[in-house]
């Protein structure tokens, strides 16, 4: 994808900045991911990840 | 004197010092199983106190006040139940059999518990004493985080190879397999014996992060009074089949009350049974629902900051590791 925007565009990233922004957004998603899954309280993930959530010993649970 | 000597005369001093409080009454205490055995959730633990009066003997009459407060939050990363930190467990007041009083409880986090107890007669306090108690966390727990960070660690640094972009020339050689599993009102019956006595036991709406009063008692016979009881009372986490309190044959004069924090928002049964001499024994039954409070989001930053932050190392190394030179 990135090589096609380049291409489309006409101007490609360096490098270091391509990395900073994709690692940037893949920690977001993974941030995401892992409060839905450790800390949010739907009741359907909450109820599913119970016994995972007070298995991991430092997450927060009731 | 040589100084063998005298620290040999030292230490007979300071052993005596206990016993030079003339008159004030010991209290012991005793947990089984022992210490190093104790896990959160896991095993209810009996718990026992022994009252001796100046002259070695166990007292006679009397009751201990007793007062469990759990650990006090500490550290980066929270238990598994942050509400029950720091918070009084449970409060009661046990009468002396023999010296003794005895109890059962389910410790429901890690950590360092404080047991107060005050030895109280009709004369008034008597005696303090504060126990402490270390719970240490299941070592399986432990096992399961370090695996758990390390499958984080692992994804970061695949992301970290994927994102950096190889040298001219260089083939991508990556094989990565990631697998991520996750295991992951009440009513109530009462009255057995219908002929000269009955039960009643009141639990408060029940609610995690404070405690709640527990009351049990006997219908009074006819203006005669609440007759003497050996009251054997138990509360039952469901859903885990476990006990998480318990007092056997406890002689009360017809009722008992206590405050009971109730850890975990789930389904409890309360069970009294009280054995009345020359009478038929009393059940009461109580089922309760405890509403669970989910914690605040403060509680969780420091576990998923921990998280992110393994997966951004991960990133880091992914890409080092991309980067360096071959040999």
Request: charged share 20%; glycine share 8%.
């Amino acid at each position: 994808m990135e090589k096609t925007l380049a291409r489309g565009c006409g101007v490609a990233l360096p490098e270091q900045v391509s990395f900073l922004i994709k690692s940037g957004s893949f920690l977001t998603a993974c941030a995401a991911i892992l409060y839905v899954l450790l800390a949010a309280d739907y009741p359907a993930v909450h109820d599913t990840l119970h016994n995972f959530r007070h298995g991991l010993a430092i997450v927060p649970c009731h | 004197m040589s100084l063998k000597t005298a620290l040999g005369f030292l230490f007979i001093v300071a052993s005596a010092i206990p016993a030079l409080r003339a008159g004030e009454p010991q209290i012991y205490f005793k947990n089984s199983p022992p210490v190093e055995q104790l896990r959160p959730f896991y095993d209810p633990t009996t718990l026992s106190l022994l009252v001796t009066a100046a002259d070695g003997r166990p007292v006679t009459q009397g009751w201990l006040e007793i007062r469990l407060d759990a650990p006090k939050p500490s550290g980066f990363f929270s238990t598994d139940f942050p509400l029950v930190e720091g918070s009084r467990l449970l409060e009661m007041r046990l009468p002396l059999r023999s010296g003794r009083a005895e109890w059962t409880y389910l410790f429901p986090i890690r950590g360092k518990y404080e047991i107060s107890v005050d030895f109280v007669t009709a004369e008034g306090k008597q005696a303090t004493r504060t126990f402490s108690l270390q719970v240490r966390e299941h070592t399986n727990k432990w096992t399961f985080l370090g695996i758990f960070t390390l499958a984080l660690f692992a994804s970061g640094m695949v992301a970290g190879r994927i994102f950096t972009r190889a040298s001219r020339g260089a083939k991508d050689k990556l094989v990565a397999c990631l697998l991520l599993s996750f295991v992951c009102s009440g009513s109530s019956a009462a009255l057995a014996a219908r002929e000269e006595y009955s039960g009643w036991l009141g639990v408060d709406a029940a609610t995690v992060g404070k405690p709640t009063r527990v009351h049990w008692r006997l219908s009074e016979n006819g203006g005669g009074g609440r007759p003497r009881a050996a009251l054997t009372l138990t509360i039952t986490h469901l859903e885990k089949s476990k006990i998480v309190f318990a007092v056997e044959r406890l002689w009360v004069a017809g009722e008992f009350s206590m405050d009971f924090h109730f850890s975990d928002g789930a389904n409890y049964r309360v069970l009294a049974s009280a054995e009345i001499p020359g009478y038929r024994t009393v059940r009461t039954e109580r089922y309760l629902s405890v509403t669970g409070v989910e914690p605040q989001v403060a509680a969780m930053l420091p576990a998923l900051s921990f998280f992110v932050a393994v997966i951004a190392i991960g990133l880091g190394v992914g890409r080092w590791s991309k980067k360096a030179p071959p040999g």
